[in-house]
């Protein structure tokens, strides 16, 4: 068995120490380093290259979510779980934004965090559909028209099943329940999947849910956007590859470099 590689970044070396000594124990889990900022994670991901990297938001110097945003843009990236205080925290919805596979909260029983850290490397979402819900409600305020206007304008490229894949993965379901709701074989799911990524340059199944819920498409039965309809024909262009993952982004379903599996 394959190691999964897990980097450890929070700022107090109380919580890295009791992370490392939870977490390193396991048999499946190598502790490649420890980063007291987003700064120095960046070095870390750099030289270690782990699988995926425990990240608390709330740090000096460079935070978390710069950290996130940062990690997320590379060729090798590595999966993000957020580490935090709260269910529904604008920082952590902008980490899910900026591409984090989920997050749990520091009060977590250790046995659940090591659980999440092998999810988010087998390449499922550390999110249940009900905290997907929460935070995504949660994302309300002045900007919320504008936010609006745009998902809908970035989702009209998909075609008809592209989405109803989409609405599908806003609801928080896996790629077999979607093919058994949508008709569909596995691989035809993921096909779907990876273009809808693609088309959106997305990098990961929870960042579709936020973009289809921005979209309005979870408020309408079929599919379609509450307050206007979205494009029913699909767009030209490019074969997808039967994964989850448009070049070289990780993706919840398809996790890269490391001992993931589909």
Do not use: C, W
């Not at 609801?171 to 990524?197: C, D, Q, W, Y």
């Not at 408020?219 to 490019?238: I, L, Q």
Request: negative net charge.
């Amino acid at each position: 068995m394959t190691a999964i590689r897990l980097l450890l970044v929070d700022d107090d070396p109380l919580v890295r120490a009791g992370l490392s000594f939870m977490l390193g124990g396991a048999d499946d889990i190598e502790i490649v380093g420890e980063a007291a900022d987003g700064d120095e994670a960046e070095e870390l991901v750099a030289r270690t290259r782990p699988d995926v990297v425990l990240m608390d938001i709330r740090m000096p110097t460079v935070d978390g979510l710069t950290a996130t945003e940062r990690l997320r843009s590379r060729a090798d990236a590595p999966q993000v779980v957020v580490l935090t205080t709260f269910h529904a925290d604008d920082q952590v919805l902008r980490a899910l934004r900026a591409g984090a596979a989920g997050f749990v909260l520091k009060d977590t029983p250790p046995a659940d965090i090591l659980e999440a850290v092998r999810k988010v490397a087998a390449g499922d979402p550390v999110l249940s559909p009900a905290v997907t819900r929460q935070l995504m409600a949660h994302a309300v305020g002045t900007a919320a028209d504008v936010r609006r206007t745009r998902a809908r304008e970035r989702v009209a490229v998909l075609g008809e099943r592209e989405r109803e894949v989409a609405v599908a993965v806003g609801h928080g379901l896996s790629n077999a329940e979607i093919a058994g709701r949508l008709f569909m074989s596995v691989p035809t799911v993921k096909t779907h999947v990876s273009r809808i990524l693609a088309k959106l340059n997305l990098n990961n199944r929870v960042q579709i849910a936020l973009l289809a819920y921005d979209a309005g498409l979870l408020d309408a039965p079929d599919g379609g956007a509450a307050d206007g309809g979205v494009a029913d024909g699909d767009a030209p262009g490019g074969g997808a590859t039967v994964g989850d993952t448009p070049g070289g982004g990780a993706v919840v379903g398809d996790a890269p470099g490391g001992p993931a599996g589909h």
